[in-house]
């Protein structure tokens, strides 16, 4: 087991392309969070999902964005239409939740995908 | 007000300080506390969780909660230029649901 792999490390487009980044969690992990942080400011709560279902969104997440599990595994989280503001690193983390009273939900996170929108 | 309050730094030690970081937060439902740190350019890494009030220790790490005054602080002892990062809290109900980060506070410590 190797971590949270997140691809790609760095993404630069420009303004108005649609970029897409990849997660792939711990294997054994039902959790999947997508977060979201800027220069100088902590990570950012976007969306998290169970499995396959997607159990919270952030008002961060604008229809511009959505993010999938299809077979609740690997994520995917893709921006439409990026601006300029979308810049920032983009960080997916994973855990393993096992029912109430099991303990902390601690998070395990990926290297991240730097988004540049020039 | 942001949920949680963190002094984002950078704060400059020598080697061999004892380092305090601390954070506030406002929600009294907040059960389990988080100390992550952050290498430039790489992702958050738990450092250790505490469970409502009281001391943990690992090493030269010690995390302290005091809920009465939602006061969440790390101390480290006998700091190294290698522990030169950002420390980040994190903060989440009995929920198991999201954490909340802080700003996260840059350390610096010089040999």
């Known amino acids: 087991d190797t971590g949270v792999s997140q691809d790609p490390r760095h993404k630069i487009t420009k303004r108005g392309q649609n970029v897409t980044f990849r997660c792939d969690p711990i294997?054994?992990?039902?959790?999947l969070y997508w977060y979201r942080q800027t220069l100088g400011q902590g990570p950012e709560f976007l969306t998290y999902?169970?499995?396959?279902?997607?159990?919270?969104k952030s008002r961060l997440l604008s229809d511009r964005f959505s993010a999938e599990r299809p077979k609740g595994s690997f994520s995917t989280l893709e921006i439409q239409r990026t601006e300029q503001g979308d810049s920032a690193m983009y960080l997916c983390?994973?855990?393993?939740?096992?029912?109430?009273?099991?303990?902390?939900?601690?998070?395990?996170f990926g290297a991240g995908s730097r988004l540049t929108v020039l | 007000q942001k949920e949680v309050e963190q002094d984002p730094g950078p704060l400059s030690v020598p080697e061999g300080a004892i380092v305090s970081l601390n954070c506030t937060y406002s929600?009294?439902?907040?059960?389990?506390f988080m100390w992550y740190r952050q290498y430039s350019r790489k992702g958050p890494e738990l450092l250790m969780y505490?469970?409502?009030?009281g001391n943990k220790e690992d090493g030269r790490f010690t995390a302290q909660v005091d809920k009465s005054s939602k006061y969440i602080s790390l101390f480290i002892r006998d700091s190294q230029p290698s522990d030169s990062a950002t420390y980040l809290c994190a903060t989440s109900n009995t929920g198991f649901q999201k954490l909340v980060f802080g700003t996260g506070t840059r350390l610096l410590v010089s040999p």
């Open positions: 983390a994973s855990s393993l939740i096992q029912g109430a009273g099991s303990g902390a939900n601690v998070l395990t």
């Open positions: 999902f169970q499995n396959e279902a997607q159990l919270e």
């Open positions: 505490t469970y409502s009030s």
């Open positions: 929600n009294s439902a907040f059960q389990y």
């Open positions: 294997s054994e992990h039902n959790r």
